[in-house]
């Protein structure tokens, strides 16, 4: 596909603008009595947000990235912000009522969050070998890459089936002074990302069409996501 560039960095970026919405609302709605779950679904979108910019701006083809080994760092970004969505939803499907949180606690999550992205993602541009390779020039996707789609398929599909037990369960402390999150639209969220892991271990070359398909549904679950709290 002659702009499947313009397309990935249009849909990436409408994506992380969901992303760094999504870490608003939860961050900032009923602040002065947080809730543990709420803080930590907060602070993982918003690091997945950046690591989603670096994956988008590292894209080969993208001005200043054009090898092989620029797209083996596009998608060790690509798979770290897919593991923190994978592991914090299953986490929330596994313990989906949540403790209050202090202030000070919630801002050293918060903290703690933008530090581990700050190191990976400088040890990611200055020493890419450090993730196991991705991306091979005129080969495409690795067995590891391909390997760690699959994975996170089965992760989100576990995530799914444990959220769809609970979407009929009625929330035992239900309170306007708490941000609501419905399972429904996660379980949504959980299928739709499942579907776009999928794709993106089918494609060869990044201008295929499986890339655009897979950043569509991955777009289709982000809006899910925010939907599960507005």
């Known amino acids: 596909i002659s702009v499947a560039l313009p397309l990935h960095t249009a849909l990436e970026t409408a994506t992380i603008v969901i992303f760094a919405s999504v870490f608003i609302v939860c961050w900032n709605a009923f602040d002065s009595v947080r809730k543990k779950n709420s803080v930590i679904l907060a602070v993982a979108f918003l690091c997945t947000a950046i690591f989603g910019f670096f994956h988008a701006i590292t894209f080969q083809g993208m001005p200043g990235f054009l090898s092989a080994t620029d797209m ?14 994978g592991t914090t939803l299953l986490g929330l499907a596994l313990k989906f009522q949540g403790a209050h949180i202090s202030t000070n606690k919630a801002l050293g999550i918060l903290v703690s969050g933008l530090t581990f992205t ?5 040890a990611i541009f200055l020493t890419p070998e450090v993730i196991p390779l991705t991306f091979l020039e005129g080969h495409g996707q690795t067995a590891f890459k391909i390997n760690s789609e699959i994975i996170l398929v089965a992760l989100n599909v576990l995530t799914a089936v444990l959220l769809y037990r609970q979407t009929n369960d009625i929330e035992p402390e239900y309170t306007v002074t708490h941000i609501q999150i419905e399972r429904r639209y996660l379980f949504l969220a959980s299928c ?4 776009s892991e999928v794709y993106f271990s089918l494609y060869s070359d990044t201008k295929e069409i499986f890339v655009l398909i897979g ?16």
């Open 192 to 195: 739709l990302t499942a579907m």
């Open 215 to 230: 950043h569509v549904f991955q777009l289709l679950a982000a809006l899910a996501i925010y939907r599960s709290m507005v």
């Open 72 to 85: 083996h760092k596009s998608l060790s970004f690509w798979l770290l912000s897919r593991y923190i969505i």
């Open 118 to 122: 700050t190191i990976t993602s400088l």
